[in-house]
């Protein structure tokens, strides 16, 4: 689907319309504050160098903790082999990511050596203490699981982690038996699935309605909206978190539209950059709790965790944007 430059159409018919000039467009968080903030009692923090300014959070509903509302992939990215100086360039990028206020780490079995340069990179920044652990497991054997988990520790070097996902369905009625034990040891402290590319959503819908789970992560970005009709509703009414995975849709998004111009629409509602309006239209998805972007460079590191700074998008302007994209 292709961005049309609809700027000339009655945008500022549909501006008025709506009754969002720029100002109005992103409303103060008060203002517009996402429907799962509401009542949940934020947890304290542990860490004593919180970032100054306020960064976008949102709530994980079993919970009622925060979370940073940008997290990290790693597929691709992270998987650069045993090779030194590649090694610490992508330490210099988590240092970024958790320098400008980032938590959740996501990785798999399944993304070759990048849980192995998770642990090299996290022991050179003598782990901080936000670090959220999200990984995975990727086998179709019920008695490969157990020991999957505890090779994901050991790459990591942690001694426990907090979230364990089901990737891509896989087996999860066995390994799902599985996560529940773990978590009810205290061993982690959610349990999820995942899902992609708008892939089996039918299946993610029917166990989500029938299960207990913590979190799913799946495909959603402007351009791949199928999550929203059913997925995204079950996640709210259910009080499941969402991970948004490819958010950049595998980066094609950024290829596509980098070295073009925003939309006026954009610019009017004080957007700066495409990463911004990417990213920052995933995360105030009402059901949506983090996207996780994945990169290799510190620049664009700096880009993504950027839009934490600010407000929230109404939903009349995520509405706007999405029109533009349709
Ligand atoms: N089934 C599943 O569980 C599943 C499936 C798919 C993905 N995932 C998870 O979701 C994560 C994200 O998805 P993804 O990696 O497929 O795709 P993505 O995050 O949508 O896109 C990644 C690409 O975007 C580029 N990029 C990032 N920030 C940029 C910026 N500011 N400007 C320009 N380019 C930028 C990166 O290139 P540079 O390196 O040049 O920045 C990279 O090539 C994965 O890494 C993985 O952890 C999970």
């Not at 700027?7 to 100002?23: A, E, P, V, W």
């Not at 992103?26 to 949940?40: F, H, M, N, R, T």
């Not at 925003?262 to 700066?272: D, H, R, T, V």
């Not at 059901?287 to 993504?304: G, R």
Request: proline residues 4%; charged residues 25%; positive net charge.
């Amino acid at each position: 689907m292709k961005y049309t430059d609809r700027s000339k159409i009655n945008r500022r018919t549909l501006i008025k319309k709506l009754g969002l000039y720029s100002g109005l467009l992103c409303l103060p968080q008060s203002i517009v504050a996402k429907e799962e903030d509401s009542g949940a009692k934020p947890k304290a923090r542990q860490e004593s160098s919180a970032p100054q300014k306020k960064l976008l959070s949102n709530t994980i509903p079993s919970s009622g903790s925060k979370i940073s509302a940008m997290g990290m992939g790693t597929w691709i990215t992270f998987n650069v082999g045993s090779n030194t100086e590649l090694r610490d360039k992508r330490t210099q990028v988590l240092k970024k990511f958790f320098a400008m206020g980032g938590e959740l780490i996501d990785s798999s079995p399944m993304y070759g050596s990048a849980q192995s340069v998770l642990g090299y990179s996290l022991g050179k920044l003598a782990y901080p203490k936000k670090l959220f652990v999200a990984d995975k497991i990727w086998t179709q054997s019920t008695s490969e699981g157990p020991k999957q988990y505890q090779e994901i520790k050991n790459l990591w070097g942690v001694k426990k982690t907090d979230l364990m996902q089901i990737h891509n369905l896989l087996n999860w009625q066995d390994h799902l038996k599985y996560l529940q034990r773990l978590k009810s040891s205290g061993e982690i402290k959610y349990l999820g699935i995942t899902t992609s590319h708008g892939r089996r959503h039918d299946e993610l819908e029917a166990i989500m309605k029938s299960h207990t789970l913590d979190f799913v992560q799946l495909t959603y970005n402007i351009t791949h909206r199928e999550a929203e009709s059913r997925i995204l509703k079950v996640a709210k009414d259910r009080g499941i978190a969402v991970i948004a995975n490819r958010p950049y849709d595998g980066g094609d998004l950024m290829d596509t539209y980098k070295s073009k111009k925003l939309p006026a629409l954009a610019k009017e509602a004080g957007i700066k950059s495409w990463a911004e309006l990417f990213l920052k239209w995933i995360i105030s998805h009402p059901a949506v709790t983090l996207a996780i972007p994945a990169t290799s460079k510190v620049e664009h590191m700096i880009e993504n965790m950027k839009v934490l700074e600010g407000n929230f998008f109404s939903p009349e302007l995520r509405k706007a944007l999405s029109k533009e994209f349709s």
